[in-house]
């Protein structure tokens, strides 16, 4: 069992093994976690035992940190004084990872380096990636690797017109013509290396690169069937070989058991693992029981158990396994990936089965299971169609997060993180976020650039929240949809500053500018006052007073979908030398606005932060207006001062 203890604002400060009656000292599983202004987890103490009401020294630390609008910079891991573990991220100006400097431990008490770099085409698909050589192809490469000290590899990416990868992660492939975006070869095996059923599923794989096996007529290579949910349900090995799996599903498609059997000579080993509620598997190898737990924080797995045998779990940025210590904090093990998640250096032996991007790894088979369908690392593409019509991977279904694996991840094998709010297992830049509204800010399209925290104010509520009203959300039609998109990119865009921001230049990327609101969005130190009436003296976070605001003006009678509606909010009091800022958002529930609507703001009386008007384009119909007051100090967070209802 193990006990958490939270803040008053309900952040997880620390957990330690035992329930409340738990006598001191206890042993801890993670304590110090620390955030940062913006909510983002900045560091964690692992292990130690001491006092719960004290702080243990740990065993070893991590820290973490982020950019100005909130996408992961460093990570690092120090364990009595010394850094063992570091990993820094580069991006491009439309969020492509296009530089990756990691450190990692050794089993033998020493470091390795490994510095990678990385170029995409027009459509953002990784086109290069290498730890050496010179960086080439596409539009977007990052800097040449300055020097590694493992396994080395360069590897060039090519697509066809229909997004199919040409040359993948070993080497060519081509496709059939039923199902005309299934892979059936691959440049390093020989012989055919897949057939699909007429569903389009992969019911033979061959990844021999020696022996005759194959997937022609003959079908020589391991053999897959599906239940009638499109499951993957039995694999049976080449010919040659006596191995097999079969799998059981729960009523929600979450596998819950795996039987694995295998013959060597006379001898038939039958292995059945159950897994419970996503933290505990039970395995049963003849009259012999194993149980493992696996503990979680913030998301991420952190910690296991393999009966009495305690190990720690270290993953990078995208959430794959790379780094497992012992109790004591020696090292375990250590593996790299390369971009489509094959391992390309290893050392020491991984006790958990989670491997590329977290995910479990089925060592008979070669296969990783996504949830929703198992994925191949040989040819970077799902072995099964995706069956989710509004996933956005372009043409082809069987395409592994847009061939953009050093910047995003598909933790449940129907789309990548970023597409859709309701598979937000870890966190996103754009969670919850409907549809439209992405639709909107994804695009290359450019806009001025803005000074003071005009593009802050193009954001979304923080996750916690947007998943009690996410179910409210009114998505406009395709018409509305049509109509924003003119009104957004055609229209004149009203009160943007003649003075741009120097360091941006005169036109950013949307997408930017979205990032930089839904991160601002997160930095809020949100304050759920609500001023009642004609209530005053309402204490803000940066320790000024709201004196007074309101609306004037503006709205029309009947406001309809696309219409755009101002409104201007005055504000009495003082700003402390911040930036002052309005919003206008839209609720559907007491005190938790569905969405930001804001698509520009004017401002007069800057310095004194008397007032601000604020241009907004309807995205949804709503019950109730709202808004929103703000100061941006000046390390560019933002303070809410309050949210006023206005009929």
């Known amino acids: 069992m193990v006990t958490s203890q939270y803040d008053n604002n309900d952040y997880l400060r620390s957990a330690y093994f035992g329930g409340a009656g738990t006598t001191d000292p206890a042993t801890f599983l993670v304590g110090q976690i620390s955030y940062t202004n913006a909510g983002q987890l900045a560091g964690m103490a692992f292990g130690g035992t001491g006092l719960t009401t004290n702080v243990p020294t740990p065993v070893f630390s991590t820290s973490l940190s982020y950019d100005g609008i909130q996408r992961p910079l460093t990570s690092t891991a120090t ?34 380096t490994n510095s990678q770099s990385f170029c995409y085409d027009d459509l953002n698909r990784l086109v290069w990636s290498g730890n050496t050589g010179t960086p080439t192809g596409g539009n977007h490469c990052g800097l040449a690797p300055n020097g590694t000290t493992v396994s080395t590899y360069q590897q060039s990416y090519s697509y066809d017109a229909l997004d199919r990868l040409t040359n993948g992660p070993s080497g060519s492939e081509t496709y059939g013509t039923f199902p005309a975006h299934g892979a059936v070869t691959l440049g390093n095996v020989p012989n055919q290396y897949a057939s699909y059923d007429a569903m389009g599923n992969m019911t033979c794989r061959n990844v021999d690169t020696t022996s005759g096996h194959g997937c022609d007529a003959a079908q020589s290579g391991a053999i897959m069937t599906y239940d009638n949910e499109g499951r993957l349900d039995t694999w049976v090995a080449p010919n040659g070989t006596v191995a097999s799996d079969q799998y059981l599903y729960d009523n929600s498609g979450q596998r819950v058991l795996q039987r694995a ?9 039958t292995s059945d693992t159950i897994s419970f509620d996503g933290f505990t598997d039970v395995t049963i190898t003849g009259g012999t029981t194993s149980t493992t737990k696996y503990y979680s924080v913030g998301g991420q797995r952190v910690a296991m158990r393999q009966d009495g045998t305690f190990s720690y779990l270290m993953p990078d940025f995208l959430g794959s396994n790379s780094i497992a210590l012992w109790a004591d904090g020696s090292v375990q093990a250590v593996q790299l990936f390369s971009p489509f998640g094959a391992t390309r250096y290893s050392d020491g032996t991984m006790l958990s089965p989670f491997n590329f991007m977290g995910q479990r790894l089925d060592t008979q088979t070669g296969l990783l299971y996504y949830n929703a369908r198992y994925y191949d690392a040989n ?20 395409a592994y997060v847009h061939g953009n694996p050093e910047t995003f991840n598909d933790p449940t094998g129907k789309r990548r993180l970023d597409e859709n709010p309701d598979d937000q297992e870890n966190t996103g830049n754009d969670s919850g976020l409907p549809f439209v509204v992405k639709d909107l800010l994804y695009g290359n399209e450019s ?12 954001n979304t509520l923080r996750q916690n929240e947007i998943n009690a009203i996410e179910a409210q959300l009114n998505e406009p039609g395709p018409q509305a949809r049509s109509t924003l998109t003119n009104l957004l990119y055609n229209e004149p865009r009203p009160g943007t500053p003649t003075t741009q921001t120097p360091n941006l230049g005169t036109d950013r990327p949307l997408s930017d500018i979205y990032n930089d609101a839904v991160n ?19 204490r803000s976070p940066n320790g000024g007073y709201v004196t007074e605001t309101h609306l004037k003006g503006g709205e029309t009678a009947n406001p309809q979908i696309g219409d755009q509606q101002t409104w201007t ?43 601000c008007r604020i241009n907004a384009y309807r995205l949804a119909q709503w019950s109730e207006r709202r808004v929103w007051v703000g100061t941006i100090d000046a390390n560019g967070n933002i303070n809410w001062l309050i949210f006023d209802p206005v009929r």
């Open 447 to 458: 806009v001025a650039a803005v000074d003071g925290g005009e593009d802050l104010v193009r």
């Open 79 to 112: 364990r009595s004084g010394t850094t063992f573990w570091s990993q820094t991220r580069t991006y491009d100006n439309v969020g492509n990872v296009i530089n990756l400097n990691t450190t990692v431990p050794t089993t033998t008490n020493g470091t390795k």
């Open 379 to 398: 040819s970077g593409r799902f072995i099964s169609a995706d069956t989710v019509e509004t996933n956005g991977s372009g043409l082809d279904p069987y």
């Open 569 to 611: 909010a005055t504000k009495g009091g003082t700003c402390g030398g911040s930036t002052i800022f309005c919003a206008i958002g839209e609720t559907k529930k007491a005190d938790l606005p569905d969405q930001i609507v804001v698509v520009e703001k004017q401002q007069s009386g800057f310095a004194s932060c008397d007032e």
């Open 261 to 269: 059997s295998n013959t060597v000579g006379s001898t038939t080993t």
């Open 520 to 538: 601002a969005q997160s930095n809020a130190q949100y304050n759920k006052q609500r001023l009642a009436g004609a209530s005053s003296n309402v």
